[in-house]
């Protein structure tokens, strides 16, 4: 989603038996064809006496936990618990039914129509396809300032309505009654079944949002209709859920509570973990000590999986110096993304030499080579005079507080010193604050992780189409790189569109309003009687299916 705190669609882990003995990059898939239900049924644990309560760390305070303004993976995992969408994605891979019970799709692929099943909200309320109108347009609402609103462009006239060019009425989604919700679509949208499983899609309940702005920032005022509600939330503290017992499928659902603790210090979490005091350290929702993972791995108590997610630093297109391109290219092509992966992060990574990652990339070979010093020094030099400049003033690069974070923008402060000439400060932020300064462009250089929400490379491009785009942080805009993705939107040839795509992706690199630095791997350890965790290739988790033996 999605902005991933951490340093963190081809596949789905299901974290249970399977990867009990394995570790370092062994993990594989298992029960990779069942159906979520079926899945649960097979790797059941005997019931053990008392409740069941899985403990985890989530690293950092989630900025929300109402899906229409969801926009990173904190946020996602704990909306994920407490809500459901008309799908949502299974231990294969694949969307399944979920509130919608029936799906039927026109010849056309343009008009899709869900009947939804008999379920209720946390609060015992009916949800109705009248909630999921009720949230996308919201989501869509200019008031609402969803920075995921983009994501509903797909439904007609999602884009129009967003950007004051159309009316509510006009958005393509309608209830048809209180059990039937009918969606039309811009273009046939092959992955359109992936999205509503997606926060942004998923209903909110209109009487509790309208009756209190701040419902989705306390326990005691949220409502959810998810495999969880929340019981308790302590903020930068702690923040329990419990078991759903108005959820359509409790049956499935065998935890009865998670405990989540707010630790940012990652040795700290490892530390509980070894000490008992939690059950999972890592991935997804936190991160291991870049110190500890050599002996961790050589113990083969750690998990590791490739996910379709990037990290990288984003410019700010808008303040000199990186208003000019050769500067950022420069400072793109002068570090030596190799060093950095084996001797700070150790788990895997790959060098990225372009936006998209392996599992959608289209030049596969990338757009410019890595620690190409003599290039870089030459387009700096060049952009030097484009600017009216003899050298580089001092900049400043931001992260959001954490060890890892800290380690790699200390290793490529000392490289672009030494290979720009560059004096470069550092500084840290809560996560929080850190992304509402990136959102109001109070920032020169900040890093930032994108994991795929789909498995398509629209889901990565489509992030810089627009220079007011809710996650375009760079203000960044090039007029011919819009006109290709909003082409692609209506080519039906997969090669012909993967061309146009890839066109645009060269664009992007050619002016660099983003540094594309590795792709992700996914590091944790875990109590070998947790079972059930799914954890899907693009990088997002889901207790539903979860137990502790």
């Not at 899985?54 to 229409?68: C, I, V």
């Not at 004051?164 to 919700?181: E, F, H, M, P, Q």
């Not at 791997?521 to 502790?548: E, M, Y």
């Amino acid at each position: 989603m999605k902005k991933n705190i951490f340093v963190a669609m081809s596949s789905i882990l299901v974290l249970g038996a399977a990867l009990a003995g394995c570790g370092g990059n062994s993990a594989q898939p298992a029960d990779s064809g069942q159906k979520p239900s079926d899945n649960n049924q097979q790797a059941a644990a005997p019931e053990k006496s008392g409740p069941k309560v899985l403990k985890l760390n989530l690293h950092s305070e989630p900025p929300t936990a109402d899906p229409g303004i969801s926009e990173d993976t904190t946020s996602a995992a704990i909306i994920r618990a407490t809500f459901d969408g008309l799908t949502r994605v299974g231990a294969d891979g694949q969307p399944h039914e979920s509130v919608a019970q029936k799906i039927e799709t026109s010849e056309d692929g343009l008009t899709y129509t869900f009947h939804l099943r008999d379920s209720k909200w946390s609060n015992g309320d009916e949800v109705t396809a009248k909630d999921f109108e009720y949230a996308w347009k919201r989501a869509l609402d200019p008031a609402t300032a969803s920075n995921y609103a983009y994501q509903l462009y797909y439904v007609k006239n999602g884009e129009a309505f967003n950007k004051g060019k159309a009316g509510k009425d006009d958005v393509g989604v309608k209830a048809l009654d209180d059990k039937t919700l009918e969606v039309k679509l811009e273009n046939p949208t092959p992955f359109f079944l992936e999205l509503t499983a997606f926060p942004t899609y998923f209903p909110v309940n209109q009487k509790v949002v309208e009756a209190d702005a701040k419902w989705a920032t306390e326990a005691k005022t949220h409502v959810g209709n998810g495999p969880y509600k929340m019981e308790s939330w302590e903020h930068k503290s702690k923040l329990v859920v419990v078991k759903n017992d108005n959820y359509w499928d409790k049956d499935t659902v065998k935890l009865d509570k998670i405990e989540f603790a707010m630790v940012e210090d990652e040795n700290t979490e490892l530390s509980m973990f070894d000490n008992g005091e939690i059950d999972w350290a890592g991935s997804p929702t936190s991160a291991l000590p870049t110190d500890a993972i050599p002996a961790l791995k050589e113990s083969g108590k750690m998990k590791s999986q490739p996910i379709a997610g990037t990290y990288w630093y984003k410019f700010n297109t808008e303040k000199a110096p990186f208003n000019n391109a050769k500067i950022r290219k420069a400072f793109a092509y002068s570090i030596d993304r190799q060093s950095l992966i084996d001797n700070i992060l150790q788990t895997g990574q790959i060098p990225a030499m372009g936006a998209l990652p392996m599992s959608m990339a289209i030049n596969k070979d990338g757009y410019f080579k890595d620690h190409d010093i003599e290039t870089a020094k030459q387009l700096l030099e060049e952009g030097l005079k484009e600017q009216g400049l003899s050298k580089l003033p001092a900049i400043t690069l931001s992260y959001n507080t954490s060890e890892g974070h800290k380690k790699i923008a200390e290793a490529i402060q000392d490289q672009w010193k030494k290979n720009l000439g560059v004096d470069v400060k550092l500084e840290n932020k809560e996560w929080k604050v850190y992304l509402e300064d990136l959102h109001q462009g109070n920032y020169q250089v900040g890093r930032m992780g994108w994991l795929g929400d789909f498995n398509d490379p629209i889901n990565f491009l489509e992030l810089y189409r627009d220079k007011d785009g809710g996650n375009n942080d760079t203000r960044w805009e090039n007029p011919k790189y819009k006109e290709l993705l909003i082409k692609s939107a209506t080519i039906q040839n997969h090669d012909e569109r993967m061309k146009v795509l890839g066109d645009a992706e060269a664009i992007l690199m050619d002016e660099m309003p983003i540094m594309p630095i590795y792709f992700y791997t996914q590091s944790w350890v875990q109590k070998d009687n947790v079972k059930g965790v799914v954890i899907s290739g693009l990088g997002d988790v889901d207790w539903k299916w979860a137990t502790v033996e």
